[in-house]
Structures are given as C-alpha cells and as structure tokens.
C-alpha cells in the first residue's frame, strides 16, 4: 500500500525511520521535523525550534531519541514524545556538515564547515573531545561500532582516523 504523508511546508530535506518500523522522521527547509505514524499515516508530533532549515536528522537504535542539525548552527537532542529539545550543542561556528551515533546510542560524533569535529555523551550533549585535524573542512563522519575509531574525510581528498581510545586528548 503507498500512502502520502503531508504537513511540511517546503522541501523535506531528510528522512529517518525507527528500527522497528513504526514511525518515521522528516527534517524540512521550513525549519521543523516531523514524527509520523506510518501505521496510522499520520503526524504525531512536530518539533520546531531550529531557526533554520533541517540539514540532518536521525533517530537512535533505541527509539528514544531524535538528532537533529540545523542551518542555525546547532544539533539538537529530542527525547521522543516531549516538544521541547532536551540538549542544545551550540559549539560550531559554521555549518554542520555531518554527525553519527554510535550502535549503542551513548555517543554522538558532529563535524563541519568551521574546521572543527566534537565528540559528544548522549543523550546529555556533554562535550567529551575537540577533534584536532589539518585545518581542512570537514564533510562526513563516522563512528566504527566498537566506538574506538572515529573516521572523517574532508576537503581536498584527506580522510582522518582518530583511536578516540588511546588519544584521551584528541
């Protein structure tokens, strides 16, 4: 069965949907996200604190959680069912380029334009580490799934590998 999902009000940016199925995210160029039931075909919630649009979005495993990066600057942590963002990460200073969790939801990872990549507790948004790299951009990142490798890659065709394990300095 193919059913639409309507409610944003310009481009939809980027998608999510929890492991299980059940409900699905949307980020917009209108600045807001979306929960949805996909059961029920309907919007069960829509954030709207971000003052720019929805560059990024993702749920964590556990289904508790919403990530969002925003135009604005900032990464917001959502716990899913309350309106208001429960951790705001204000640190970059240009856009946010990119961010992952890591598979057991404790770890958040964030780049971006202003040179800079932070590695951040979930879901309290507590900075752990500045990651220090060649003074190049960054574009995408990843954490390995046994959180001791962090990978970015960047401007100019480089790529970075941090062992966030042994490098408590990063």
């Known amino acids: 069965q193919t059913n639409s999902l309507s ?7 980027c998608l ?38 929805i560059e990024k979005l993702a749920m964590t495993a556990n289904g508790k959680y919403i990530v969002s990066a925003s135009r604005d600057r900032t990464i917001r942590i959502w716990e899913l069912g309350k309106e208001e963002a429960s951790g705001v990460i204000s640190d970059h200073s240009n856009a946010i380029t990119d961010f992952d969790i ?48 962090v990978m970015a890659s960047g401007s100019e065709g480089k790529m970075w590998l941090w062992d966030i394990e042994d490098e408590p300095e990063l």
């Open 16 to 53: 999510g949907m929890v492991v299980n199925g059940n409900k699905a995210i949307s980020g917009s160029y209108d600045g807001t996200i979306r929960v949805w039931n996909v059961l029920g075909w309907r919007c069960t919630q829509t954030l709207k604190e971000h003052e720019g649009w």
């Open 102 to 149: 890591s598979s057991d939801d404790s770890l958040l990872i964030s780049v971006g334009r202003d040179q800079c990549g932070y590695l951040w507790e979930l879901p309290s948004a507590k900075k752990i580490a500045k990651l220090h790299g060649e003074s190049l951009d960054f574009n995408k990142v990843v954490i390995g799934p046994d959180k001791r490798y």
């Open 7 to 13: 409610g944003h009000k310009d481009w939809v940016n």
